[in-house]
């Protein structure tokens, strides 16, 4: 994480908050980006005609199966608008980490710039069980949402 960050932003960090500067940063570069895919989405010309062939690949590649991952991108445009119903219908995963992330952002800033309490030992508690469970926690999610999607409860739209 800490690479995505420029340097020149990370040095005038404590190196105990360089961590959580460098997920402040790259969670609001995130959401930037968002905002603006969908301020200005590439509906036509050659960035979309770029998406749907690099889509085509994908499934060629995938045998038309989905990735774990597979529809988190779009789950988080949706989750950005508020289209909440969406989201989901992408991703499980997605959704659940994007709401992770926008809930703790407020916790990290505060602890960077030197608010210490209770809410620092919750976001280092909840840091740790993402970190030590994020295998299963993709697996629970691909399953469920194949499960679902399998017995048409929950279209899979990924």
């Known amino acids: 994480m800490l690479d995505l960050a420029p340097r020149f932003l990370l040095k005038n960090f404590k190196p105990e908050h360089k961590k959580n500067a460098a997920i402040i940063f790259t969670t609001i570069c995130i959401y930037v980006v968002v905002l603006l895919y969908n301020l200005f989405p590439p509906h036509n010309g050659y960035l979309f005609t770029l998406f749907t062939l690099i889509g085509r690949i994908r499934n060629i590649l995938h ?3 989905r990735c774990p991952l597979c529809g988190g991108t779009r789950s988080f445009l949706a989750m950005s608008v508020g289209n909440f119903s969406q989201a ?3 991703s499980l995963f997605g959704s659940s980490l994007f709401i992770y992330t926008l ?6 800033v505060a602890y960077v710039y030197g608010w210490k309490n209770t809410s620092l030992s919750w976001l280092e508690q909840s840091d740790k069980w993402w970190e030590n469970h994020f295998i299963t926690i993709v697996l629970v999610c691909y399953t469920l949402q194949i ?3 399998k017995l048409n409860w929950f279209v899979w739209s990924a």
């Open 88 to 90: 989901l219908h992408f």
């Open 147 to 149: 499960l679902l999607d």
């Open 103 to 108: 809930i703790s952002l407020p916790f990290r």
């Open 63 to 65: 045998h038309s199966l």
